[in-house]
């Protein structure tokens, strides 16, 4: 199968999300190399479902090629607060938002799939040319993920 014959993949990754931290680099003394790492040691297991099932999910099919479109739906948990008490205590709150607003932020969430979706569905993130990044609360926790080769 040629790569561009891939136009389009979408699947879910359920489980947290959890945002990449922020990059540190440092010199290795005894190599000189420079070592990269990810300052948020909670993103490894995320990324590694997120790896599994984009796996999973291309099968034979070739690293998509070109510029790329990503359409990310993040799903988080609700906090308690958003629902009642006592015998209401599974009742949503009317006042309860539907868009997530809090922390983590959608651009470190965002960069944890890009990283674990690289040599996986795609060569390098670089190709990734457009992004639609949702967050909601939801009673499914994890990531819907699309992407689509742009013509």
């Known amino acids: ?11 879910f990754v359920p489980g947290l999300p959890a945002a990449a931290g922020s990059k540190r680099g440092f010199v290795n ?15 490894k297991p995320w990324q590694a479902q997120v790896r599994a099932v984009a796996a999973a999910e291309m099968g034979e099919a070739p690293l998509m090629q ?18 009642g008490t ?3 205590a599974s009742v949503l709150k009317e006042s309860a938002p539907f868009f997530h607003t809090s922390a983590p932020d959608s651009t470190k969430l965002t960069r944890a799939i890009e990283d674990a979706m690289s ?13 639609l990044i949702r967050k909601v609360y939801g009673d499914r926790p994890g990531a819907l993920i699309t992407v689509r080769r742009m013509e």
Not at 66 to 83: D, E, M, Q, Y
Not at 119 to 131: H, N, R
């Open 1 to 11: 199968m040629n790569p561009t014959d891939v136009k389009e993949v979408s699947f």
């Open 29 to 43: 003394k005894k190599t000189g190399g420079v070592i990269i790492t990810d300052a948020n040691k909670k993103s």
């Open 66 to 83: 070109g510029a790329l479109a990503l359409i990310v739906v993040f799903t988080l948990p609700r906090p308690k607060s958003h629902f």
């Open 86 to 88: 006592g015998r209401n």
């Open 119 to 131: 040599k996986v569905v795609w060569i390098d993130d670089c190709l990734v040319a457009e992004q």
